[in-house]
């Protein structure tokens, strides 16, 4: 129904920035439809997956407490696509990211369970 693709992850000194994106296809509508969230997440190696950041339908922003100020999540309703910006990268930020599309409460905005769809991850390497 709805296919996520991630894309600009690579590899980044500590301190530098990257920008991810999700370009979303098929029935793309549902991603601004009420009640749905986009999201990033992500895995370091040894970890579970963990919540970064997400976007509302209406465009509120919630993000993990270990991002906030240095990440920021957006999206392009004419792109279909939703960006994390990264800044002031970490080496612990390394990690593969993935996209999220799903209808979490705020409450459960962090539980992985609550997400529909998934894209297929973007390796994100910091270096010290």
């Known amino acids: 129904q709805v296919q996520l693709v991630e894309s600009g992850g690579g590899l980044v000194q500590a301190g530098g920035s990257l920008r991810l994106s999700c370009a979303a296809s098929g029935r793309t509508f549902i991603t601004y439809t009420m009640g749905w969230f986009m999201g990033w997440f992500r895995q370091a190696p040894g970890k579970e997956r963990e919540f970064v950041a997400a976007i509302s339908w209406s465009a509120s922003t919630y993000y993990t407490d270990s991002v906030k100020g240095r990440f920021t999540i957006s999206r392009d309703n004419a792109k279909n696509t939703v960006y994390l910006q990264m800044n002031s990268l970490k080496p612990e930020d390394t990690a593969v990211y993935y996209c999220?599309?799903?209808?979490?409460?705020?409450?459960?905005?962090?539980?992985?369970?609550?997400?529909?769809?998934w894209g297929q991850g973007t390796q994100v390497t910091v270096s010290s």
């Open positions: 999220a599309l799903g209808r979490p409460t705020i409450a459960t905005m962090s539980l992985r369970r609550m997400y529909d769809y």
